[in-house]
């Protein structure tokens, strides 16, 4: 069986920062893209940051530039670096993975998710 788990969610101040981290754990073959999305009250889950396992990254145009995404391949975990946060970065992050278990089949898999809240 696998999981995500995530940690480092939390209450920042505007202009603050905060690190997200998340690990697969469990019977895991191969691991290939992780990342990081979001979803605020009353909008649709949206994309933040991917990086594929050679390290290749992708942001969205909100959180280029401030957010750094990276990752561990010998502990299968992914960072999300979040610096000069604004209220509109408020929402549920989640982890998701792309990957093969050793039971199979290669699917997505996502993390329960960690609230994010900037605010003065």
């Known amino acids: 069986q696998v999981q995500l788990v995530e940690s480092g969610g939390g209450w920042v101040q505007p202009g603050g920062s905060l690190r997200l981290s998340c690990a697969a754990s469990g019977s895991i073959f191969s691991l290939y893209a992780m990342g990081w999305y979001r979803q605020a009250p009353g909008k649709q889950r949206e994309l933040v940051a991917t990086?594929?396992?050679?390290?290749?990254?992708n942001y969205a145009d909100s959180v280029n530039g401030r957010f750094t995404i990276s990752r561990d391949n010998a502990k299968n975990t992914v960072y999300l670096q979040m610096n000069s946060l604004k209220p509109e970065d408020t929402a549920v992050y989640y982890c998701?993975?792309?990957?093969?278990?050793?039971?199979?089949?290669?699917?997505?898999?996502w993390g329960q998710g960690t609230q994010v809240t900037v605010s003065s």
């Open positions: 990086t594929t396992s050679g390290g290749s990254t």
């Open positions: 998701n993975a792309d990957l093969l278990g050793v039971a199979g089949p290669r699917a997505d898999y």
